[in-house]
């Protein structure tokens, strides 16, 4: 079954009706935030009418699982460099904590200069 006949039985005769019409106003950079992915007002429905006009169910499917393997290796990807990392991570952390309680003591003592030196110097160790 074709794509065309798929959008249609997803979005009625209406909505099909609304996407020519903005078509044929020119209105290009509304569709154009609804069939990108990373676009917050993405409208998969807009996206399988648009740019899946002719696709197949095959070809949709096999998009579907390479697409599901791609996450799948990134998400592996991912936790190796957060194991890689970690103790990194936590070292950062501890220095911007130690940073934050000397911006703090600075403060309580009305921003002395030779406390804001301390801290400047602290930063400077990092």
């Given at each position: ?33 609804q ?53 990194r ?5 501890n ?32």
């Amino acid at each position: 079954m074709p794509i065309a006949e798929m959008h249609s039985s997803f979005t009625g005769k209406a909505q099909q009706a609304a996407l020519s019409a903005q078509l044929k106003k020119g209105q290009y950079a509304k569709l154009r935030t609804q069939v990108m992915p990373s676009s917050r007002q993405f409208d998969p429905y807009a996206y399988l009418g648009i740019v899946h006009v002719h696709t197949t169910m095959e070809q949709l499917l096999q998009g579907m699982q390479h697409l599901q393997d791609s996450l799948g290796q990134q998400t592996t990807e991912l936790r190796a460099l957060v194991r890689e990392n970690f103790e990194r991570f936590i070292s950062c952390k501890n220095t911007i904590d130690d940073i934050e309680k000397g911006l703090q003591r600075a403060e309580m003592d009305q921003g002395d200069a030779t406390n804001t030196k301390e801290v400047l110097s602290q930063l400077k160790e990092v």
